[in-house]
């Protein structure tokens, strides 16, 4: 049985240091022997992705796997779960370091001091200058430094998927911008697996599904406030999903069952690896292959429209190459969600207000600011459901869990909900516990 309150404490304890620094990282180079030139190009020229920094981080400490290796620690932050995440995405030569493992777990906050902090508060993520009206202005009239077919915004699995697609029905030029320093999103966190029926995975297990009990499921599970219409492509369109991903190489040969469902048909790596940064790989590798260019630390901020109304482009802030436009044919947005913007979401759902959220730090609704003034529609924008089973400090405990026959005591050790209800229904009983919690 796993303890979703003493869990996170046990992991920070591995995660205390004593480092403490009263100067940069590029001063404590310099001091070293080291000049600019030991890190940068000559002259000076630094991309948004930090590429040739990165590339010379590794040159004198090694991979971050080789510096994991050498950890003397239990667990060593170098050994991450994040794809492409790089040694620029926590250290700044010249700024206040960035601990990404925080930006998700809570309790490491206090725990874990990073090398040149200067004991100063680490901030949840980069954080991208304001810009003014004028300076938006000034940038919308100038010409676009770039032109592209499509420019899709987002590189979780949505935005590499319409990327690979795009490409795949005969699009050459597709770029993909993402505003994290790391690709993934929310996808890469995903745990449970990925859901369809009637797949080659079942019946190789010869477990029973139909694509009309997923429907079924799936619409009991939003309330019957479904679009019927979207469900029924998801339904008769998921296991086509499933054999697109293992034909690019996803491990997806194992399936199980999760709160909500009737089946197994939660799809996922054999072994019980996370599904999502299986996916989220596997799509970046077949990117890669396809020529298709993904760009960090790059943030859109506004739909880029002609005359007419039409979308031309996007405006788009790069931590270094600042405020300018690319052009594009077709601007596909697949920025994610806003549940990390907790003001945004009790506009919408008030009862929420203060509930912690475990999604990536970057879902905190980019596109309900800028998409809406370029003529988009937003629906359903109230239908939010709580995830029940995470512990303090955003520690997601997957669904699959209940699947398997986990089950929740509340503080005087009885048990008071069905386990295998939707994720609302079983939140609701939580909430409703002495202090609003469980034991897992």
């Not at 369109?237 to 690019?248: E, F, H, P, T, V």
């Not at 939660?266 to 599904?275: E, N, Q």
């Not at 931590?319 to 596909?332: F, Y």
Request: hydrophobic share 35%; aromatic share 6%; proline share 4%.
């Amino acid at each position: 049985m796993f303890n979703t309150k003493l869990l996170p404490l046990a992991i920070s304890a591995f995660f205390i240091s004593t480092f403490s620094y009263g100067q940069t990282l590029s001063e404590f180079h310099i001091d070293n022997g080291n000049n600019c030139q030991s890190c940068h190009t000559k002259p000076i020229k630094v991309d948004d992705a930090e590429s040739y920094e990165n590339k010379s981080c590794e040159s004198c400490h090694g991979t971050m796997d080789k510096l994991a290796t050498k950890s003397k620690t239990k667990l060593s932050p170098h050994h991450s779960h994040l794809i492409d995440v790089s040694c620029t995405s926590c250290h700044s030569g010249h700024k206040q370091p960035v601990f990404v493992c925080q930006t998700c777990h809570d309790s490491f906050k206090n725990e874990f001091k990073i090398p040149f902090s200067d004991d100063k508060p680490i901030l949840d993520s980069y954080q991208f200058p304001k810009v003014t009206q004028e300076m938006i202005d000034t940038a919308l009239a100038k010409a676009p430094v770039e032109q592209h077919q499509v420019v899709v915004i987002g590189a979780g699995a949505a935005g590499h998927a319409a990327a690979i697609s795009a490409r795949q029905h005969g699009v050459a030029d597709v770029v993909i911008l993402e505003k994290q320093p790391y690709i993934g999103g929310n996808s890469m966190l995903a745990a449970g697996g990925m859901s369809a029926a009637e797949t080659i995975t079942q019946a190789l297990k010869n477990y029973p599904d139909s694509k009309a009990l997923w429907y079924e499921d799936t619409m009991k599970g939003g309330h019957n406030i479904n679009n019927p219409d979207l469900v029924k492509i998801l339904t008769e369109n998921g296991s086509a999903g499933i054999d697109w991903l293992q034909a690019m190489g996803a491990d997806l040969t194992s399936a199980s069952s999760a709160g909500g469902h009737n089946a197994e048909r939660l799809h996922r790596p054999t072994g019980g690896a996370k599904s999502g940064p299986e996916i989220v790989n596997t799509l970046k590798e077949t990117a890669k292959k396809l020529g298709i260019e993904t760009r960090t630390n790059s943030k859109v901020i506004q739909l880029v429209q002609d005359k007419q109304g039409v979308v031309t482009g996007v405006l788009v802030q790069g931590k270094h190459s600042k405020l300018h436009i690319l052009g594009a044919k077709a601007v596909i947005i697949a920025s994610g969600g806003f549940a990390r913007n907790n003001e945004l979401v009790a506009k919408y759902r008030p009862d929420l207000k203060g509930v912690d959220a475990t999604n990536n730090p970057g879902n905190v609704g980019d596109a309900l600011t800028f998409a809406p003034k370029a003529g988009a529609e937003v629906v359903d924008i109230k239908e939010i459901q709580a995830f029940p089973t995470a512990a303090a400090g955003k520690m997601v405990i997957s669904g699959t869990a209940r699947g398997a026959g986990a089950i929740m005591l509340n503080n005087d050790g009885d048990r008071f909900c069905d386990e295998m209800g939707p994720r609302d229904k079983v939140s609701e009983c939580i909430w409703a516990q002495e202090g609003k919690d469980a034991w897992f």
